[in-house]
């Protein structure tokens, strides 16, 4: 596609529910990130992926968060037993071949727990 | 740890005024990119710097990368309304202690009153 497409565009769930969020790269792309960006404040990495396999998962805060790109295109970020403490904007980015080529981002997942 | 400050946090400026955002980082790496955020937007790319020296212009933007002093700065020439955004500034980590996604600062929230 033209650019990077995460859907939904707001998502709106009660705590201890499981939600998934999902990320079309660019296509092409080989690399793609997957951010958490709350309010006020600058995004933080969350996971990498190079082609399916998951290069990076370090800035998962913890085991509830977990996240898949089985044919090395699209992404899921899964969720599990959500918190209030979850609800952000998860935004995700794809670039060419990784951290060395320029990094585009989607329009993000407002997610919030209530 | 890779850290990225920013500042300042928060700048009201006049129009036709000069600034300079700075964005300081504590470990080696030479790629730096600036982002701009439109209140409820996702981020769009506006510079990457490359090497040590690099800089970039466009339109009343430029940005310039110092690796040694692990510095990079954005500078706003005659400020217009429509330049008013956020601005982040992100560094790539290299050290192999920090992840693979990058690293963002809090950003800054600028202002540009007419």
């Known amino acids: 596609g033209a650019g990077v497409s995460q859907t939904p565009s707001n998502k709106v769930t009660e705590k201890g529910k499981y939600v998934e969020l999902r990320c079309d790269p660019i296509s092409g792309h080989t690399a793609l990130y997957w951010y958490r960006q709350s309010l006020g404040q600058g995004p933080e990495f969350l996971i990498y992926f190079q082609g399916t396999g998951a290069a990076d998962d370090s800035g998962l805060p913890n085991d509830r968060f977990f996240a898949v790109r089985p044919e090395g295109s699209v992404s899921t970020l899964k969720i599990q037993r959500t918190e209030r403490g979850d609800s952000a904007v998860y935004l995700c980015a794809s670039s060419l071949t990784g951290m060395n080529t320029e990094a585009f981002f989607g329009q993000g997942t407002r997610l919030t727990v209530v | 740890e890779l850290k990225v400050e ?6 009201s400026m006049q129009e036709g005024k000069n600034y300079t955002i700075y964005c300081n980082y504590s470990t080696t790496s030479d790629r730096l990119y600036w982002y701009r955020q439109d209140p409820g937007k996702s981020l769009e790319s506006l510079f990457v710097l490359l090497s040590n020296g690099a800089v970039k212009q466009e ?3 430029m940005a ?51």
Request: net charge neutral; charged share 15%.
């Open chain 2, 6 to 11: 920013q500042n300042p946090l928060f700048l």
């Open chain 2, 59 to 61: 339109g009343r933007l």
């Open chain 2, 64 to 114: 310039s990368l110092d690796t040694k002093a692990r510095l990079s700065t954005l500078h706003i020439t005659a400020a217009v309304h429509d330049l008013s955004a956020t601005y982040f500034c992100a560094v790539a980590d290299y050290s192999g202690g920090g992840a693979d996604g990058l690293t963002f600062g809090k950003g800054t929230h600028l202002i540009i009153q007419p």
